[in-house]
């Protein structure tokens, strides 16, 4: 695997960056414009080629200061762009000083560094050294006394750049930055297509491609959390791209709270796009000396289509972002005590479930929410987080007494970032709740959100769980946030508002960075009423997230495809749950349900006592099955494939090639479809396949072209599944 390259060429006064897998280049003009020259498949060398040749024309402003002819600012590559200088398009920067809104970024200089730096307070993609290297350019715009250095940081063997920028008052008076994008990038003229990811909560994830209109096409959330309404994420397609095989250009946010994502296709058709924090309500005061840093934008580029991408961010997530204790780590399968019991906890049905679980193979049992209720509802108790005796008496010890005495793990669900009004907290610092003055107060789910800018809040917060996770025998928390962030304003004194909503987001990662450093092989598993705060920021402090509040094995099978895009399946909960389904009231077979999570992360969401014998036995074989094929399965590589109508196929294919399990689910029957080939690309045509079923031999070379044939079965949501083991040699 190629080392990392920064390579500086004096003569065209250009830098390239370079893997052997794809190539970006950033070049200075007149030794102050910084202007971007490409990003995609490697280049052995850049000599110049493929820059925009220019024209006169009308309407449009005069740059004789820059030596290229006829040049025009409104259609300049600019590699961080502002709206200044007669350029008219989306801005990646903007800053404010004396009531002045004008930002004008010139070169300064730049240089490799040894290393990939931190993010100050902030998640980010982290290498061993050898494993990446790092380009660090300074702009300066000394007449507003702004300096912001550009990083980028290349790692082997990926088609992954991370971005991000650090600003700086360099000035003697105060700054606000109104506007600081994690990336900015300049694409040629081609039919570019955008994919997102969509949705709403209990259908998350949904893809939509399209093509690229001429304006500006953004997604963004101004929900203080990622969102299940649109992953921070979107990619730039060739129109000829398929699940294996053309162009894309992927953006991805390291970042859990306010983001923009845009693309802009200009006048001549050419492309720039950008991803970062949103602009709307956001003012951060710099005085003197301070900083900003921006969060960490993830630009993914392939040949490889759709999987190709999959790979890429795959590898990047499991082996640079997500804690590495966990990456490799078994993940215990688990039983989650909603769905069985919702808020009416009592040790007695705790003991008949964990009984069960045990029998059946079960490693972790989570009690979910109710244990801290003063009834069965979500109206009260929530932020005081002090266990209900009459419910349990012995608290949470004794629940995790009994679940640790059946040999399990023990793991408990929080919400720790909410509170209700009929609590101890609300009544004693009803300050320490987001509001703003002299209006009322928005509720979600029968609560409010605590201030987590303020330290003292975060204090708070780690007490209450250092508390129960020193004396409380967990091994897992669950930790849930169940409404989207209103009333952006904080009671602190001193709160400058227009920066609440990132401080909130600060808030949270503080408080994640110290429990997971005091507890550092407690398993946290996110949740935000499902996948309202999937991304890859929690993704840094929590190895596992809860896909969705849906469980029906249906709709996962679109959920989990679209998220697969972005994260491994080992980051994603899968739970088998009881039909009719509690979501959506849909019967769905056993076997599919379990299929449908079999290859992601296992667990069970059901009223074991209300199973048949027949059924607890498909459970136990469903358990035994998952720890046999566990360790290659959650080391895998994931593809999805591309199938028409009514089918949802995909594949995991181990590390060292040796084995492929493919599932393809039949979502209804439909007779136009009966003989669909199911091609699997992304075996080694060289190899030979014996199907581990019924013994047929198959080349990789036929099973790529040909393919394997999904029969067409008289029963909707069904699944066909082929093992596939290499034969030696």
Known sequence: MRRPEILFDDSLHAVHLTNGVISYIIQVVDGRYLVHRYFGPALRRWHGGGQPVYFKRGYNTCHEECSVPNVSFDDFPFEYPARSRGDFRIPAVEAEADGVRHTQLDFVSWRALEEKPALEGLPAAFAAPGESAT????????????????????FAGLGIVARHQVAENTGSRPLTLHNLQSASLELPALPWEMLILYGTHAKEANGQRFPLHHG??????????????????????SPDVTADRGLAVGFHLVYSGNFLAQAELDQFGMVRAQIGLHPEGFAWQ????????????????????????????????????????????????????????????????????????????VELFVLDDGWFRKGNSSRDSMGDWRCNLRKLPGGIPAAARIVHGKGMKFGLWFEPEAVTADSDLFRQHPDWVLQTPGYSMTQGRHEYLLDLSRPEVVDYLFDVLDGYLQKSGIDYIKWDMNRPLTDFCSLAPGARQGETAHRYVLGLYRLLERITTAYPRLLIEGCSSGGARFDPGMLYYVAQNWTSDNTDGHDRLAI??????????????????ITPNHQTGRVTPLDTRWQAARLFNLGYELDLTLLTPEELADLAGQIAQRKAERRWVQSSRFFTLDLPGPYTGWA???????????????????????HTPVRLSFLDRDGL???????????GDELATLGLT?????????????????EPG
């Not at 500006?216 to 397609?237: K, N």
């Not at 990456?327 to 008949?352: C, F, G, H, Q």
């Not at 029969?711 to 083991?725: F, G, N, R, S, Y």
């Open 135 to 154: 380009l660090e350019i300074t702009l300066s715009d000394p007449a507003a006394g702004l300096t912001v250095r550009l990083y980028y940081t290349l």
């Open 560 to 577: 989990q495809a679209g998220y697969s895009l972005l994260y491994p399946p080992v980051a994603m909960g899968a739970h088998v749950s």
């Open 286 to 361: 710099l005085m003197p000396g301070e900083r900003f840093t921006s969060p960490e934008a993830i630009l993914n580029c392939t040949t490889g289509g759709l999987n190709g991408l999959r790979q890429n961010f795959h590898q990047l997530y499991l082996h640079h972002l997500m804690p590495p204790r966990f990456a490799e780590a078994e993940r215990p399968i688990l039983l989650n005590s909603w769905e069985s019991m919702y808020y009416d906890v009592t040790l007695s049905k705790i003991e008949r479930q964990a009984e069960l679980a045990r029998q059946l193979g």
């Open 710 to 726: 999904a029969p067409l079965i008289k029963q909707d949501d069904a699944a066909t599944v082929w093992e596939l083991i290499r």
């Open 216 to 237: 500006i096409q953004r997604i963004e959330s101004v929900r203080g959390s990622s969102s299940p309404q649109h992953q921070p994420f979107f990619a730039l397609l």
């Open 689 to 699: 396949y014996r199907d581990a079923a019924s013994g047929q031999l198959y080349g």
């Open 652 to 674: 995991a294919v181990a590390r060292d090639g040796s084995r492929c399990l493919v599932q393809v689910f039949q979502t209804r029957y439909d007779p136009l479809f009966a």
